[in-house]
């Protein structure tokens, strides 16, 4: 058997979701600033690694093809003699990773390589996608392919007491490596027994992402946005005071929340409260242009129906290096979208987070030492005003907000900025 070579990327959903390219484009930044042809089996120049991807098309769009050879993944789905050839190939012979070893084309059989590192850790959020992650990652243990879990993120309950998942723990305990993105899920690993040596806690490389303002023509350093952000209403020092209130919202926290109505009427009440008693304006900020997971279909709700107070601005879909400039402008952010709340914290703008997992929780805790008032769990928005006096409770708190992100975030941003590192480190070991 030829020795493997060579690092994938996989479980990459595509950059239609910006979190998902913030991801990949910092990572990718990271690995090619490390390598410098040091790592055998590779060369220089920008096809560093094979990025494994649910759309080629949505990661050229949006500049993710320039650094890293994409290989999309195979939709079985989309064919339907493959599938039922399939579906009858698992019914008979209970070969369960048949279709991961199809989707997966690009990094199994022949094409194996050394080390496979997922990059999808906050799927493990989902419980409906649990089973299938388990089961790629099996595949590319059985032949011979190194595992590395980054960005993980994990609800504690699934790890231990009566929520726990057997196969799930299992799984973790076959990765060679796993990076928790913040302490709560990295304490829970440790909990459910997977071994302290293979465990590492780094924040999401999303947060060394680099940042273009608006009518830039190249993104900057997001410690030089975040160094020149420090005095209240100055935005990002550029002399221009920031009068807006960003605000995102998804189909997914309507669909985690107990009232999807109650939730919207929340907001509708918050960008009301902005309009009629402060002299802000409003900045709706897409985070996922899916089809189906389309955060422009709520906030077109909200555009129109606040058209006629022209102080109502729907930001068009861009890059992720471009909304983060967009936020970075921001006086105050108040987001559902993971990675468009990273994008505020890191530019150093007071934030709420409308949560509905351990993520929210675990960041805002290791950045604030706390996730009250930082996090609305959406599953508890039941009044129309609770957003409204959350707002309200930032603004009272600004200052002291914006002193914390401004002492925290500098070392936080350097240390999300490891994550590549620890990848090639690892690579170099086995």
Not at 172 to 195: C, N
Not at 213 to 228: C, F, H
Not at 354 to 375: E, N, W
Request: glycine share 10%; proline share 3%; aromatic share 8%.
């Amino acid at each position: 058997m030829r020795e493997k070579t060579g690092l994938a990327l996989y479980m990459h959903a595509g950059s239609g979701n910006h979190g998902c390219e913030a991801i990949a484009d910092s990572l990718l930044r990271q690995i090619s600033r490390s390598l410098s042809g040091r790592v055998p089996g590779f060369t220089n120049g920008s096809q560093l690694v094979t990025l494994v991807t649910n759309s080629v098309e949505q990661d050229r769009k949006y500049k993710i093809g320039t650094m890293a050879a994409l290989a999309e993944e195979r939709h079985i789905a989309d064919y339907f003699l493959t599938h039922a050839a399939y579906y009858l190939w698992r019914k008979v012979t209970g070969d369960r990773e048949s279709f991961q070893r199809y989707r997966f084309r690009a990094i199994t059989g022949a094409n194996a390589p050394k080390l496979a590192v997922s990059i999808g850790g906050d799927n493990y959020c989902y419980p409906e996608m649990v089973e299938d992650l388990i089961l790629a990652d099996r595949c590319l243990r059985k032949q011979g392919t190194h595992t590395m879990l980054l960005g993980c993120s994990i609800e504690p309950d699934t790890l231990s007491g009566e929520g726990r998942n057997a196969g799930l723990i299992e799984d973790m305990k076959g990765f060679d490596r796993i990076i928790a993105r913040e302490t709560i899920t990295y304490a829970a690993l440790l909990e459910a027994g997977v071994d302290g040596r293979n465990l590492v806690c780094l924040p999401d490389p999303a947060f060394s992402l680099p940042v273009q303002l608006p009518g830039s023509e190249k993104a900057a350093d997001v410690r030089t946005i975040l160094s020149n952000s420090s005095h209240p209403g100055n935005g990002t020092g550029l002399g221009k005071e920031s009068n807006a209130v960003g605000i995102n919202l998804s189909p997914m926290a309507m669909n985690y929340a107990g009232d999807s109505g109650a939730l919207l009427d929340s907001v509708r009440g918050l960008v009301r409260h902005i309009l009629d008693d402060t002299g802000f304006d409003v900045k709706l900020i897409p985070h996922v242009v899916w089809p189906g997971n389309d955060d422009r279909v709520v906030l077109s709700k909200l555009r129109d129906e606040f058209a006629g107070q022209g102080r109502v601005e729907l930001v068009t879909d861009r890059s992720a290096e471009e909304l983060k400039g967009e936020i970075a402008l921001c006086r105050y952010f108040i987001g559902a979208r993971t990675h468009a709340t990273i994008a505020a914290y890191s530019t150093g703008v007071p934030t709420i987070v409308i949560g509905y997992s351990v993520k929210a929780r675990g960041i805002a805790q290791d950045i604030f030492g706390t996730a009250d008032h930082y996090v609305i769990p959406v599953q508890e928005l039941t009044g129309k005003n609770q957003l409204t006096d959350a707002f309200e409770w930032l603004r009272e708190n600004e200052d002291a907000c914006r002193n914390t992100i401004q002492e925290k975030m500098p070392g936080y941003i350097n240390a999300a900025d490891r994550n590549g590192q620890e990848i090639l480190d690892y690579y170099r070991q086995i």
